[in-house]
């Protein structure tokens, strides 16, 4: 990583000639990974120039993602430039841990629907043999 600290003013001015995004506190240069946006480069367009931290939470990205962000940082915006983003202030990079929230009611959603399957096809066959 780049040490380089740019004020918000120069990241905003890139808007025209390079997509620079500020994601958890870092500034990142994605215009090489435009074309290579599995969501689409608009999607990176729309966030070019500003904190972007927060669309990148909602999308809720894989490790993989996180990982390949390392290749796109070039430095952190000036300390007086920082929002203070109180909400979502993820530095590490780990992915949310969903499976909490999620697995109350999908943990038993799939074998339940594998137990129905199961005594379905059981009666069907035993209804053809009799």
Do not use: C
Not at 99 to 119: E, F, I
Request: proline share 5%.
């Amino acid at each position: 990583m780049s040490g380089k600290i740019f004020r918000e003013s120069e990241v905003t001015s890139k808007k025209d000639k390079s997509t620079w995004l500020i994601i958890h506190d870092n500034v990142y240069d994605v215009t090489k990974f435009l074309e290579e946006h599995p969501g689409g480069e608009e999607v990176l367009l729309e966030q070019a120039g500003r904190d972007a931290t927060e669309a990148f939470e909602d999308v809720g990205h894989s490790t993989d993602a996180r990982e390949l962000m390392k290749d796109y940082l070039i430095g952190k915006p000036h300390p007086d430039d920082k929002k203070g983003t109180s909400v979502k202030t993820n530095t590490s990079f780990n992915p949310p841990n969903t499976a909490t929230a999620s697995g109350n009611w999908t943990g038993w959603l799939l074998p339940l629907g594998v137990a129905l399957a199961t005594a379905f096809v059981y009666r069907y066959f035993m209804a053809q043999s009799s």
